[in-house]
């Protein structure tokens, strides 16, 4: 019924797992793999009282030596079981909103005027993308930060170079306006939509005032132009063949293609990269959709000669690493790595249980400090080396960093800057990739470079693939930037590319109107265009909250919708940012019974929760911390599950407005030991803790807390004898105050001077410390268990006025240990 497993988080290297593309089986309930072709409806499922998971295949574990990169682990093998359901696809609008939205008008008449003729297309199955990825392995590797090159592997290094490369064209596209609807009526329809449209939307009407003051108009028939547009690409099968050039396709195994491009997420998508031998030479790596088995498709395209002579030195190259020869820092690996497993479905063959897959979540654990990567952005002499460089920029470790005139540069800028340089450096012309150019351009289009990402878009159009125009399309659909939008279909039909499952997302994210979205959605499953799971995935994350509020104010159930979208999507797969956004449906609409019985399915089912649900559902208590921590209870799982930023702020913030003691002091001293601190969240206990002074209005309760609070939250480590930075913390405080130094402020009354001074002082170094030493301690139990401690006693200190001394002495012990090494 339903997929589940979290990814795990390990260095970038060549690490093999299980396959990116399934589910893993043994990390599943038997119940599962036993009703893999035989769905049953939600409600017929019992209690998961006899799940049990099978036991994970052994794996083995060769580490092998980094070469190249900073800031990584030493690369290693791992294997594992894995197998697969099938799923199918099917998509109605029966339970979608019928009634006719007002946001967009061209979305509307494009919703009006789509073809009823259509034929209606059954995709072929598969598991599709990204899998639950196992948990990682321990090992002894650790990171080098040698900031000296070391050896890589080059398979054309003696083959005689000319340093010419095709030359990047430039892309024109026409002018052509924006289509908005009423600025009146979208604002009224804009309360409908998710927080997510609401930004699009906004957006949209800015461009669209901008618009009208410049005199321009709208075309309404402009969405229905688009979607036409893709659909003649989508049919267009012409290949451009040049005079002179010969092809030739070769099979190499996966980690041969590491070898010559490098192991980076994007590497392992369809690349293309040229030789600088002679005229050059163009190496297309297929997508793994195409690979053969364990092989990938590889079309060499050159002169005959050319293609003879890089043909053989990558055969050369497949031997070496085969035969283990030293030279070669990447290790033919002890378990095969199969590219793509729908690959093999759909050819019929055999997929093995025990098989490998490349680690790319490497990089993310410990980056490297960007000042160690910068310097090494000269010499780069392979294509491996250039992507895992560009790679390793944009997910360096950010770094204060100060310009010459005193102003402070943010570190996405430092970043976006190093990657124009590094494009536009002549000296790298000969090693620039679809995968390095589709790292840089992700980073910058995340983050609104948009100047930077056409400089080096122009740079690298000749290895510009359908990839890289997916990751500008979804950039311009999430700034509503229509005109940005044609021109880059300007340049698919110029460069003849055809659209991808993963184009047609992006085509669908330019809509806001719920109607017009879910017409699109079921039109593109009409006619064939999502034949990929992860792209009937995708769509399905942008639909879900639209066609669930038309569902739960219809009057149906959560468990109709839930059946519902496995019958008609044809998938298992709920993540957790899924359930997230159904959950912010049920808050929108405060449907406490949609919003209990979506948890208590997802308890029954065994999906996971993260702490962006638990903060969808703190919006619903803004002044009941007990029934926001009934909720949390529910959604915390085995193993417990960590509350972000901004869920441990909201419970705070929450839990301090109510005036509850415990409950406060457990959050801070959690989120002081998990990093999770905030700057209202230490504002807050700041100000309460250098208080002394009530301001005697209100009730007696209440005046006690606002100069009590923060000194009894206060104090991670106090109450253990030999706290560090003992010394340092007791300047200045009197010597009967050393066993514990919250108590003197609240000694007693002091206005001003030097004994008001070292009290401030104190203040807020005992503030400061708790975050900067929380990182060394770990909890010693469960968060669950001493928020439902701390609930308890709050619930009898309730109303009670009680004096600061006698609340710091009886307040609930937090208990912690001392960790070797910190968070």
């Not at 008008?105 to 005027?113: D, I, M, P, V």
């Not at 990567?373 to 392979?382: E, G, R």
């Not at 206005?751 to 909890?779: F, H, S």
């Not at 928020?787 to 619930?795: F, P, T, Y």
Request: glycine residues 4%.
């Amino acid at each position: 019924m339903f997929s589940r497993g979290r990814p795990c988080l390990k260095r970038r290297g060549l690490a093999v797992a299980a396959s990116p593309e399934e589910p893993l089986l043994f990390l599943y309930p038997r119940w599962f793999t036993s009703t893999l072709h035989q769905r049953r409806p939600i409600s017929s499922i019992e209690t998961p009282a006899s799940i049990g998971r099978t036991r994970q295949a052994p794996h083995t574990n060769c580490r092998l030596p980094r070469k190249l990169s900073f800031g990584v682990y030493s690369r290693r093998w791992i294997s594992c079981n894995s197998a697969t359901a099938g799923t199918g696809i099917a998509r109605t609008t029966d339970d979608l909103p019928q009634e006719s939205s007002s946001v967009s008008t061209t979305e509307n008449e494009y919703s009006t005027r789509r073809s009823t003729t259509a034929e209606k297309h059954n995709l072929s199955t598969g598991s599709g993308s990204r899998p639950p990825i196992p948990r990682k392995t321990r090992g002894a590797n650790s990171p080098s930060h040698n900031p000296k090159r070391r050896h890589v592997f080059n398979a054309f290094s003696d083959i005689q170079a000319k340093t010419t490369s095709p030359p990047p064209s430039t892309a024109k596209g026409t002018n052509n306006s924006n289509n908005a609807s009423s600025p009146d009526r979208a604002l009224v329809a804009m309360k409908r939509l998710s927080v997510r449209d609401r930004r699009k939307l906004r957006y949209r009407l800015f461009l669209t005032k901008r618009l009208h003051e410049r005199g321009g108009t709208n075309r309404l028939n402009q969405w229905t132009k688009m979607r036409d547009w893709l659909e003649h690409l989508q049919q267009d099968t012409r290949i451009w063949a040049k005079k002179g050039i010969k092809q030739k396709e070769m099979l190499i195994p996966e980690e041969t293609v590491a070898l010559l491009a490098g192991v980076t997420e994007m590497a392992m998508n369809e690349n293309i990269w040229y030789v600088p031998v002679h005229n050059g030479c163009k190496v297309h790596v297929l997508h793994p959709l195409e690979s053969d088995g364990r092989y990938r498709k590889v079309i060499l395209s050159a002169s005959e000669r050319v293609v003879e002579l890089v043909g053989d030195r990558i055969s050369h190259t497949r031997d070496l690493q085969e035969r283990g020869d030293p030279l070669v820092d990447i290790y033919k690996p002890n378990v095969a790595v199969f590219p793509s497993i729908e690959a093999m479905r759909r050819r019929n063959l055999p997929v093995p249980l025990i098989r490998g897959v490349w680690d790319f979540y490497s990089a993310q654990v410990k980056p490297a400090k960007l000042d160690l990567i910068l310097p090494l952005s000269k010499n780069l002499t392979t294509v491996r080396e250039f992507a895992e460089h560009v790679e390793e920029l944009t997910k360096s470790q950010p770094l204060f960093h100060k310009r010459a005139d005193g102003h402070v540069q943010s570190h996405q800028k430092r970043v976006a800057k190093a990657l124009v340089d590094v494009f536009r450096d002549d000296a790298n012309r000969n090693v620039l990739s679809t995968a390095a150019l589709n790292c840089a351009l992700s980073f910058l289009c995340d983050h609104e470079f948009l100047g930077s990402a056409r400089a080096v878009f122009l740079r690298t159009e000749h290895v510009t693939t359908v990839d890289t125009i997916n990751i500008l399309l979804r950039s311009a659909a999430k700034r509503q930037d229509f005109q940005m939008f044609r021109q880059y279909l300007l340049v698919m039909s110029r460069m003849s590319i055809r659209p991808d499952p993963y184009t047609w997302v992006a085509f669908l994210g330019c809509l806001v109107s719920p109607r017009a979205k879910a017409n699109m959605v079921t039109y593109m499953l009409q006619k064939g265009y999502l034949n990929q799971t992860g792209a009937v995935r995708s769509a399905l994350q942008s639909t879900v909250q639209d066609s669930f509020l038309a569902h739960l104010e219809s009057g149906k159930s959560v468990d109709s919708f839930i059946n519902m979208t496995i019958d008609t999507y044809g998938t298992n797969w709920f993540p957790p940012s899924l359930i997230n956004q159904m959950v912010s449906v049920t808050v929108r609409l405060r449907d406490f019974q949609a919003l209990d019985r979506l948890l208590e399915i997802s308890k029954q089912q065994g999906l996971s929760l993260n702490s962006s649900t638990i903060y969808q559902i703190t919006r619903l208590f803004r002044s009941d911390i007990f029934s926001a921590l009934r909720y949390l209870w529910r959604c915390i799982g085995q193993p417990e599950t960590k509350l972000k930023k901004d869920a441990m702020e909201r419970l705070f913030l929450i839990a301090f407005k109510g005036r509850h003691f415990n409950i406060c002091r457990v959050l801070w001293r959690y989120a002081c030991m998990h990093g999770t601190v905030t700057y209202k969240m230490k504002q807050s206990v700041l100000s309460s803790v250098s208080r002394n002074v009530a301001r005697n209005k209100g009730k007696d309760f209440d005046n006690i807390w606002r100069t009590s609070a923060g000194k009894v939250i206060v104090g991670i480590d106090l109450h253990i004898s030999n706290y560090p930075q003992k010394s340092s913390l007791l300047d200045g405080v009197p010597s009967e105050f050393h066993e514990n130094p919250v108590s003197y402020l609240a000694s007693g009354f002091k206005p001003n001077g030097k004994d008001r001074e070292r009290q401030l002082r104190l203040a807020g170094e005992l503030t400061q410390r708790d975050i900067e030493v929380g990182r060394w301690y770990r909890p010693a139990r469960p968060l669950s268990i001493m928020l439902e401690a701390a609930a308890m006693m709050d619930l009898e200190w309730k109303s009670i006025p009680r004096p600061t001394s006698w609340l710091m002495q009886n307040a609930i012990n937090v208990p912690v240990t001392r960790s070797v090494y910190p968070r």
